[in-house]
């Protein structure tokens, strides 16, 4: 099982002698080779995955609606104070109410 990017290449157990035999453990190479499989198959996977991006229409982008509705809203509003307004009672202002006020 090699690795052909890999820097921890296969050993030839031939060529050891008996004393490094005895102390040779493949099973933590073998981690290795699978984290350095796992995190270049992620970077991949990262690297070719299509960015975020917001889909973009020409046009208002669905504002229109909005601001038709905002209109409306300050419509309905002046209306509505306007009829307010014609409730109040209506005082007449004279010249001579200062006049009165002194009395």
């Known amino acids: 099982m090699s690795a052909p990017s890999l820097r921890t290449q296969p050993v030839d157990r031939r060529r050891l002698t008996m004393k490094e035999r005895s102390s ?16 270049k198959r992620q970077y991949a996977t990262e690297q070719s995955r299509k960015p975020f991006a917001t889909e973009q229409r020409p046009g208002t982008g669905g504002f229109t609606a ?28 004279r010249r001579d109410i200062y006049k009165e006020l002194q009395n």
């Not at 040779?24 to 995190?39: E, H, N, V, W």
């Not at 300050?74 to 014609?86: D, T």
């Open 24 to 39: 040779y453990r493949p099973g933590q190479r073998l981690g290795a080779i699978a984290k350095a499989k796992a995190f």
């Open 66 to 93: 909005g601001i038709q509705r905002q209109q409306e809203r300050l419509r309905i509003k002046g209306q509505e104070e306007r009829r307010a307004k014609s409730f109040r009672p209506e005082n007449a202002i």
